[in-house]
T-cell receptor, first 116, second 114 residues
Framework: AQTVTQSQPEMSVQEAETVTLSCTYD???????LFWYKQPPSRQMILVIR??????QNATENRFSVNFQKAAKSFSLKISDSQLGDAAMYFC?????????????FGPGTSLSVIP | NAGVTQTPKFQVLKTGQSMTLQCAQD?????MSWYRQDPGMGLRLIHY???????DQGEVPNGYNVSRSTTEDFPLRLLSAAPSQTSVYFC?????????????FGDGTRLSIL
């Protein structure tokens, strides 16, 4: 069965600095998606970034980028120039490509604090 | 603003009571789903729908029912509330080309069962 692990329950970063959140996953499949979702105190889940496993290039969205290591089954999120609004829970998620919702697996989350 | 609307935001129930959590989206998305979020855990899929009239079970469906009579609405029913169903519930939607990529989430419903 597929699993997603986030080994850092809590992290903190100084404003304007860079922080990396870790995620590892376990799967025997080769074609899948990986995601990072942000959940601020308002509770709403926001899709931050998506990576397709067949793509070698790491996805980037403004200050957010990922380091996708397929062989190591690692998918870390780097946040550059951290802002106070980045404080949130961050969830890593996995899903098989071409299947329905029942294959979306979320990790337990990392709580990120941003220190002014 | 377009998006996913959940009601209510908070609810307290007694064990054995029933209720319906409402979810509506105005983006004409085919795919809708319900998740529950418990402390220390990620979201777990309860039920999902790939279109009007079509629903299926997710990872933790027991104790919940869903229906999808229109594209816009996807209510979640608790048949006989139990304390184990105390959780935060999220509804999500996505377009057909992103079936397994929940894109838009509601603000959540915090449900407490006494």
């Amino acid at each position: 069965a597929q699993t997603v692990t986030q080994s850092q329950p809590e992290m903190s970063v100084q404003e304007a600095e860079t922080v990396t959140l870790s995620c590892t996953y376990d799967t025997s499949e080769s074609d899948y998606y990986l995601f990072w979702y942000k959940q601020p105190p308002s509770r709403q889940m926001i899709l931050v970034i998506r990576q397709e496993a067949y793509k070698q290039q790491n996805a980037t969205e403004n200050r957010f980028s990922v380091n996708f290591q397929k062989a190591a089954k690692s998918f870390s999120l780097k946040i550059s120039d951290s802002q106070l609004g980045d404080a949130a829970m961050y969830f890593c998620a996995y899903s098989l490509r071409g299947t329905s919702y029942d294959k979306v697996i979320f990790g337990p989350g990392t709580s990120l604090s941003v220190i002014p | 603003n377009a998006g996913v609307t959940q009601t209510p935001k908070f609810q307290v129930l007694k064990t054995g009571q029933s209720m319906t959590l409402q979810c509506a989206q105005d983006m004409n998305h085919e795919y809708m789903s319900w998740y529950r979020q418990d402390p220390g855990m990620g979201l777990r899929l309860i039920h999902y729908s790939v279109g009007a009239g079509i629903t299926d079970q997710g990872e933790v469906p027991n104790g919940y029912n869903v229906s999808r009579s229109t594209t816009e609405d996807f209510p979640l029913r608790l048949l006989s509330a139990a304390p184990s169903q105390t959780s935060v519930y999220f509804c999500a939607s996505s377009y057909s080309g992103a079936a397994n990529q929940p894109q838009h989430f509601g603000d959540g419903t915090r449900l407490s069962i006494l």
